[in-house]
């Protein structure tokens, strides 16, 4: 397999290596900048044989991106973000700063604001909106994806869940016992 980079998403794509057969599974690259994005395809390539005297190559693959970091500490947060949110590298990652429940590093990869238990302000914390899967930076309070009647506000008031329209909040739960018919 031929492998390529390019640093604009779509190309032009510039050679980087090849692995030496085609049952590699994996390939150490080095010398990549910081900070930076790199867009990788990779593209098949069969010498002429026996049974085919063609070389044949194929399209490319979908491409494939991934963003370097510097992060001297090794703790998994680029030293840019930990010195903006906290003004040096003490932080080790595990850490809960704002006590949201999410995890310095968690904050770090979902892009929340460490210092603020609710970054889009929607009245939901993050680490919930997390949990379920709905967008910590996008106010989506007003939002009803499993199509209950109940926005995702109320399922997070009512410790409900936001994508289970069979999730009974608590107070339904005792609504049954209490308003029998006589």
Partial sequence: YSIYYTTATGGPYIFFSETEDKVTAQMTITGLDTDTSYYFVIQAMTDPHSLNQNFV?????????????????GDGMSNDWEISCFGDLA??????????????????LNETDPAVKDTDSDGMPDSWEVEYGLDPLYNDALLDPDNDEYNNLQEYREEG?????????????????????K
Wanted: proline share 7%; charged share 30%; glycine share 4%.
């Fill in 91 to 108: 932080r080790d990652g595990s850490e809960d700063y704002d006590s949201d429940d999410l995890s310095d590093l968690e904050e770090y």
């Fill in 161 to 181: 869940n936001p994508f289970n329209s069979g999730t009974p909040f608590p107070w339904e739960l005792f609504y049954p016992v209490f308003m029998k018919k």
């Fill in 57 to 73: 190559a194929s399209d490319y693959s979908h491409e494939i991106s991934v963003t370097t970091i510097f992060d001297a500490d």
